[in-house]
């Protein structure tokens, strides 16, 4: 498999995701200290670095709290001379900026280097946010390539180019090349040993402020226009030659499809690849403009590139026609692909697309139209369903349905905005419903809920939730406890007792915390006990003050780790078809994956290969139907 | 003449697409051919639509365009239909008798009290899959996966159905060998056993 791979010290050829050919390229640089916060679609860089952090033991690695913590982790572990790496998407981005452009200033020591990826189409995240404009605006350089084998390159020469130039350096990756398999090189592995070091001998100043931070922003433009040098000769930025006056710049994954659309096209035009986002190679841009009549700019987002290059046109070549964003050929929404390229390609060129791709499509979304929706949805087992039915159980008891705000935030839980729950009244960002409830608190009427997940109250929650309590609102705040970061894989975070690689770690006392902080009240709730859970969260919804109600259950994915490597068998459930009466509490409002009815007698039946065995089905159950299979002992 | 032989996956979260990504990439690196993926991870839920775009020979993006895949393989199957766009004409489907039904779905069948809404049966997906394509193994995998004394040897049923196709450009002991090295090592002689009924299973489908 891959991570053996990763493992390998030999020099041979493997299949790598892309996430695990930076692990790989950071672990041929020497990288020795490691901090991150999970985030599709950069996870598995975590994931891989934590799995083989006791494998080769000469790195150190922390989960931490949240991207702004882990690069402040990396950045300090750079100014004590070490290289290191963290990893994050761009919304994370959002999240460390605080510190990012400071680092700018300031600058670093040993290689330091950032993983930022952005997702266009929002697979995963809340927004299609391109993070491209981070490195101009911070002054900090990026790179992006478009494969595995590029990024693992590009992470190398990340660390030479942050050395030299004392800087951080960003490597901009989209979802498509995150999330890409392909062929890549290896190169030796020359691990050395992980030996601290003493202040004395790394020591610089690392401070910004007044007139410190007018003469290091003097110096940062200096050092803007030596990476600009850097930029030019970079191998990073290529020309694909070719002869006409037609032709094209792009980067990242979008280079593939241009690539791929020409060939399909029988097309050969010249193509700028650009590697370095920041600082563009303006000179190489300008010099490829001046041999044309007609430029293509095809890029994912925004038009980043064709508005800088744009104005290097203004003076290189000013009747230059540009095709792009601007012109109307290409959205600024959604992934790209073959298809959507090759079709400005041909339309440009006035040739015909190798394939009807409009026929195809019209052609499957027909064929499709009575296809039921699968929408993401809970996992069987999910303690989030109880939580939630007994959540909207209580809001009917005490009739209060459309005289509460619902403020949902990031994690697993976000789903209750869809089927069957559908309920959430806002949902922005990490830690964002504590603070839109402070001003709603303010403002409205209604009671108001918020809703967290343990990853997401040490995330970013935290200041929120002191901010509500501090002005005495009358708030009550759901913490879902699943012990883990669920959503990106069941990552360890501050509410676990273990950190990267399985290593012991302090778990925070979540009671305890914020009984300090001055709640008015902490409950603590099963939510496999879900008929039980009602009353509580009834209580904390009705009283006045910050009150906390906990939900606490493993996350069933990780619950059923722990138990398959403690050797625990997983029991599935049956439903009892005698006792039955077709109420369907289980599948109103309820919607496990695992029920589904029998067309023949009407009565639910439990798919037992699917079933977590967690029995949540029968606590909301009027009559108990569903109950465990009886199993052989 | 195309460039790259191209693999739609096709499944329901927790189904094992990715291992069953994972082994034919193996198989294909194994067989000294390039190797190009797109892949969906990140919301680890169980129970989501996935897909695997799967391409060998001389692929550059990672993205398979709209009807060219040769072929699809799918674990559900109502997600092969998902998924059909990107299928050639023509192309060979290896699929489950497999449906999964949605929650949204089991709940419009509950609360008919006519009892008149009726889940998406096979028939009717593979009857519209027949517009695209002749060349369909439907399988009953968890049949078949039991007959070879695990239930959960359903891809390696799949995968020995892939071995049968004619133009599928690696050799069947190759693809074999991938399937024995990855599976938990228990398991190999019920998957050996899988691989088998899934590669004489889909001989007969496509002759």
Known sequence: MTLEDVKRTDSGRALMLANEAIVRGALESDVKVVAAYPGSPTSEILDTFSELLDHFGDYRMQIAANEKVALETVAGASMAGFRSLTSMKSVGMNVASDSMFSLGYTGVNGGCVVIMADDPHAHSSQSEQDGRYFGEAAYVPMLEPSTPQEAKEMVKWAFEVSERHKTLVIIRTTTRVNHQRGMIQLEELNRTEFKKKQWKDVREQYFTVGAVARRLKAKLLEKRDNLREESERSIHNHIDAAKGDIGIITAGVSYLHTKEALRNLGLNLPILKIGTLFPLPEKRIAGFLRTLKTLIVIEELAPYLEDRITAIAKDANSDLRIVGKRSGHFSEMLEYNVPIVEKVLAEVTDKKPSHDYDAVLERASRLKETLPQRNPIFCPGCPHRGTLWAFRQALDRLKIRDKIVFNNDIGCYSMAFLPPNEFSDSMLAMGASVGLSAGMEMTLEDKIIAMVGDSTLYHAALPGIINLIHHNANVTLFVLDNSVTAMTGQQFNPNSPKDAGGHPAQKIDMEKMFEAMGADSVTVIDPYETRDCINPVKDAIEAEGFNVIISRRACALYGDRIKKEEGQKIIPSENDKETCRGIYACIKEFYCPAIVVDESDGKMVIQQDLCDGCLECRKVCPVDAPHHIQVER | ?207
Do not use: W
């Not at chain 2, 998902?82 to 449906?99: A, F, H």
């Not at chain 2, 009857?127 to 039991?146: F, G, H, M, P, Q």
């Open chain 2, 1 to 207: 003449m195309k460039d790259s032989y191209d693999i739609i996956f096709a499944g329901v979260g927790g189904q094992g697409l990715m291992l069953l990504s994972a082994i034919l990439g193996k198989a294909a690196v194994d067989a000294d051919m390039e190797v190009l993926t797109g892949e969906q991870h990140g919301l680890s839920q169980r129970q989501g639509s996935i897909y695997v775009h799967f391409r060998m020979g001389k692929p550059i993006s990672p993205l398979i365009p709209y009807g060219t895949a040769d072929m699809m393989i799918a674990m559900e199957a109502t997600e092969a239909l998902r998924y059909i766009e990107y299928l050639r004409d023509d192309g060979v489907i290896i699929m489950s008798n497999r449906i999964m039904p949605p929650p949204g779905e089991t709940e419009e069948v509950a609360l008919d009290e006519e009892r008149k809404t009726k889940y998406v049966t096979v028939e009717a997906i593979e009857k519209k899959l027949r517009e695209i394509t002749e060349n369909i193994v439907l399988l009953d995998s968890l049949t078949l996966a039991k007959e070879a004394g695990n239930p959960r040897t359903e891809n390696s049923v799949l995968i020995g159905a892939v071995c049968s196709c004619k133009d599928f450009p690696i050799e069947t002991e190759s693809v074999r060998k991938a399937v024995l090295d990855l599976v938990p090592p228990k398991t190999r002689d019920a998957n050996s056993r899988a691989f088998d009924l899934g590669r004489d299973a889909g001989g007969e489908c496509l002759g």
